[in-house]
């Protein structure tokens, strides 16, 4: 559907459409072809009549806070660390920008920070068309070289750039900025931000997790650091505990099977390092093949080794097809799991040639 004028945002620069109503009919996507834009409607509106839009307000003003959020924050990491904002993408539930420039996690930070304060200072956002001479003087961002009449979106201290997106009347309607997350891409990074009631919702959200987990370790939720820390020095000694003991009990088995040719030994479960180190004993005390298998009934985990060290897929193979397995390996060991009671472990290997 295409009107003679319309208030609704096509999708375009990586902004999704507004959405809302025309005569009360749902407007579900609205886009731009050839300088026409066309809405798409839940049904049909009659040619030449006169409609009414309403536009989705908190859809709308959602992506006014992340548009203008993503301008203040380019602008600043722009003009600071000599980049480009090369991609822009705002999503259903976080916004994406690439830079083409390696940004380190501290200097998002310290850009985010900078951010912040021009939004508490609520500076009105400027928007301009100036003529060709005045454009030509002017210091702004684009992604691409411009012609014809050009939008200007200026942010006091922080960003001047070319944009026909939609933005807040002042800096202080985005509310915050949070980055997220800057990561390694491509030539440069990818940063994800939220903005707004967006971030707001966010912030609250991880708080709230945040001070569960610190009731959980009885701490404040500016706490946890210190406890996990704590809480990690004492797994790893029990890790170190258990492993000795483990050693104990896996020399003392492996010492039943001394002088033996081969061994299948069962044990409740285990993780499969744990499993390696046990064929790893047995190994030394067996002088063919060695198999543990270490789980419950219907799933083990296993690890298979020849004390001479020579080939041993075939049998892994064999063993896999036979018990619903996977896993494999090379110079004589193999580990991985099957789908078997201890019963067919056992017909596999009495039948093993």
């Given at each position: 559907?295409?009107?003679?004028?319309?208030?609704?945002?096509?999708?375009?620069?990586?902004?999704?459409?507004?959405?809302?109503?025309?005569?009360?009919?749902?407007?579900?996507?609205?886009?731009?072809?050839?300088?026409?834009?066309?809405?798409?409607?839940?049904?049909?509106?009659?040619?030449?009549?006169?409609?009414?839009?309403?536009?989705?307000?908190?859809?709308?003003?959602?992506?006014?806070q992340q548009h203008s959020g993503e301008h203040i924050l380019s602008g600043i990491l722009c003009r600071d660390y000599h980049c480009d904002n090369v991609g822009f993408h705002l999503g259903a539930d976080t916004v994406t920008i690439d830079y083409n420039a390696d940004i380190s996690?501290?200097?998002?930070l310290d850009a985010e920070r900078k951010a912040n304060e021009v939004i508490w200072a609520d500076a009105p956002v400027e928007i301009a068309f100036p003529s060709p001479a005045e454009l030509e003087k002017l210091d702004y961002r684009s992604k691409k070289e411009l012609t014809g009449q050009v939008r200007i979106v200026t942010f006091p201290e922080a960003d001047c750039c070319a944009c026909c997106g939609t933005h807040v009347l002042r800096a202080g309607q985005v509310g915050l900025i949070k980055v997220l997350s800057c990561q390694k891409f491509r030539e440069g990074v990818r940063?994800?931000?939220?903005?707004?009631?967006?971030?707001?919702?966010?912030?609250?959200?991880?708080?709230?997790?945040?001070?569960?987990?610190?009731?959980?370790?009885?701490?404040?939720?500016?706490?946890?650091?210190?406890?996990?820390?704590?809480?990690?020095?004492?797994?790893?000694?029990?890790?170190?505990?258990?492993?000795?003991?483990?050693?104990?009990?896996?020399q003392s088995i492996a010492g039943s099977y001394a002088g033996a040719e081969h061994a299948l030994v069962f044990q409740p479960a285990l993780r499969p390092d744990?499993?390696?180190?046990?064929?790893?004993?047995?190994?030394?005390?067996?002088?063919?093949?060695?198999?543990?298998?270490?789980?419950?009934?219907?799933?083990?985990?296993?690890?298979?080794?020849?004390?001479?060290?020579?080939?041993?897929?075939?049998?892994?193979?064999?063993?896999?097809?036979?018990?619903?397995?996977?896993?494999?390996?090379?110079?004589?060991?193999?580990?991985?799991?099957?789908?078997?009671?201890?019963?067919?472990?056992?017909?596999?290997?009495?039948?093993?040639?």
């Open positions: 559907m295409t009107l003679d004028r319309t208030a609704f945002y096509p999708e375009g620069g990586g902004q999704p459409a507004d959405h809302g109503t025309l005569n009360g009919v749902a407007v579900t996507d609205v886009h731009e072809k050839d300088g026409v834009v066309v809405h798409t409607v839940e049904k049909a509106v009659e040619i030449g009549e006169n409609v009414t839009g309403i536009i989705d307000w908190a859809r709308r003003f959602d992506h006014m996690w501290q200097q998002a940063m994800e931000i939220l903005s707004g009631q967006r971030a707001l919702s966010y912030l609250g959200h991880v708080y709230d997790q945040a001070r569960s987990a610190g009731q959980r370790l009885s701490v404040k939720p500016d706490g946890i650091l210190p406890a996990l820390e704590r809480l990690e020095s004492e797994h790893a000694a029990l890790k170190a505990r258990e492993a000795a003991m483990e050693d104990q009990l896996f744990s499993v390696r180190r046990l064929a790893d004993a047995l190994g030394h005390t067996c002088t063919g093949l060695t198999a543990v298998f270490a789980g419950e009934e219907g799933h083990y985990n296993y690890a298979l080794l020849r004390a001479d060290g020579t080939d041993i897929s075939s049998t892994v193979k064999a063993l896999n097809a036979a018990l619903h397995g996977r896993g494999g390996g090379r110079s004589g060991f193999a580990q991985g799991s099957v789908q078997a009671t201890e019963a067919e472990i056992r017909n596999f290997f009495n039948n093993l040639s």
